[in-house]
T-cell receptor, first 111, second 114 residues
Framework: ETGVTQSPTHLIKTRGQQVTLRCSSQ?????VSWYQQALGQGPQFIFQYYREEENGRGNFPPRFSGLQFPNYSSELNVNALELDDSALYLCASSLDGDEQYFGPGTRLTVT | AQSVTQPDIHITVSEGASLELRCNYSYGATPYLFWYVQSPGQGLQLLLKYFSGDTLVQGIKGFEAEFKRSQSSFNLRKPSVHWSDAAEYFC????????????FGSGTRLSIRP
């Protein structure tokens, strides 16, 4: 059974740029959630995708968007990057929204 | 407002000593409560969860937590810590078993003294 994987592990972007983060869900899972974890903070819910549809969103601006593909992998896109977007981005997959399994995260630095 | 408070930012205990990490929550409905652990460079791992029933919940790695509705608390305990328990611990609260719509606390960093 393959766990949740995320890519890339780290990346550095410049303010104003756009970024795409990727997540491969655990085999058999149909739900993916994304979280932002700023340094020294707990994770904050960005949004969830269930069977390719957005199924809930946290308090994040529209420049944070996502996709879920037919194989249930997912992307998180962030436009017009700001310095405060620097954080660890966590992806978690589950079956029908039950217990979530987290990936190792992508560390994004915006300069 | 819904919130989770972990009052201890950093705790250091000696190996073999007992541990208690505090968590208080504010939630409008009956809460679903979780404890997660995060090691450096790792994602979050679920230690235990409480939905209903027995208020003392057993988890993995020898951890347990007790739900006290009157105190709005869900403290995590372990009778004897091991050096490998050094990590960041997060308490979280949500509405359903779905962990996607949960609110996390800011975490407690646990260090182990040899």
């Amino acid at each position: 059974e393959t766990g949740v994987t995320q890519s890339p592990t780290h990346l550095i972007k410049t303010r104003g740029q756009q970024v795409t983060l990727r997540c491969s869900s655990q085999s058999g899972h149909n739900t993916v959630s994304w979280y932002q974890q700023a340094l020294g903070q707990g994770p904050q819910f960005i949004f969830q995708y269930y069977r390719e549809e957005e199924n809930g969103r946290g308090n994040f601006p529209p420049r944070f968007s996502g996709l879920q593909f037919p194989n249930y992998s997912s992307e998180l896109n962030v436009n017009a990057l700001e310095l405060d977007d620097s954080a660890l981005y966590l992806c978690a997959s589950s079956l029908d929204g039950d217990e979530q399994y987290f990936g190792p995260g992508t560390r994004l630095t915006v300069t | 407002a819904q919130s989770v408070t972990q009052p201890d930012i950093h705790i250091t205990v000696s190996e073999g000593a007992s541990l208690e990490l505090r968590c208080n929550y504010s939630y409008g409905a009956t809460p679903y409560l979780f404890w997660y652990v995060q090691s450096p460079g790792q994602g979050l791992q679920l230690l235990l969860k409480y939905f209903s029933g027995d208020t003392l919940v057993q988890g993995i790695k020898g951890f347990e937590a007790e739900f006290k509705r009157s105190q709005s608390s869900f403290n995590l305990r372990k009778p004897s810590v091991h050096w490998s328990d050094a990590a960041e611990y997060f308490c979280a609260v949500g509405r359903y078993s779905s962990a996607s719509k949960i609110i996390f606390g800011s975490g407690t960093r646990l260090s182990i003294r040899p």
